[in-house]
Nanobody, 126 residues
Framework: QVQLVESGGGLVQAGGSLRLSCTTSGRPFSTYAMGWFRQTPGKEREFVAG????????GYADSVKGRSTISSDNAKNTMYLQMSSLKREDTAVYYC???????????????????WGQGTQVTVSS
């Protein structure tokens, strides 16, 4: 079992930056593939970015590619999502997730993830 706790959300102006954090407890962090998803009311949860076990490979949704960087600090059991040039359409609840046994290096499907955080709200104002 693993627990995930997100932090770093808040209100930011369009064009600004934000760094989300996801801290895990339980099994060694580096043994999970990790991901960030986001969800807005009435819509499905969508993949934002992911990082493979041991952090060697990353992947991004087209909507955030070039504006976001996912990283991890195994010593701190923490994953980060640095977002810049934020747009109003980035407004959402952001969730971090851990995949314990996926064969895919950077899973992009929600069903590939076994554990989820409670989410943190990001609101981008114009």
């Amino acid at each position: 079992q693993v627990q995930l706790v997100e932090s770093g959300g808040g209100l930011v102006q369009a064009g600004g930056s934000l760094r989300l954090s996801c801290t895990t407890s339980g099994r060694p962090f580096s043994t999970y593939a990790m991901g960030w998803f986001r969800q807005t009311p009435g819509k499905e949860r969508e993949f934002v970015a992911g990082i493979s076990r041991y952090g060697g490979i990353t992947g991004y949704a087209d909507s955030v590619k070039g504006r976001s960087t996912i990283s991890s600090d195994n010593a701190k059991n923490t994953m980060y999502l640095q977002m810049s040039s934020l747009k109003r359409e980035d407004t959402a609840v952001y969730y971090c997730a851990a995949a314990a046994s996926s064969a895919i290096l950077v899973p992009t499907m929600e069903r590939s993830y076994d554990y989820w955080g409670q989410g943190t709200q990001v609101t981008v104002s114009s």
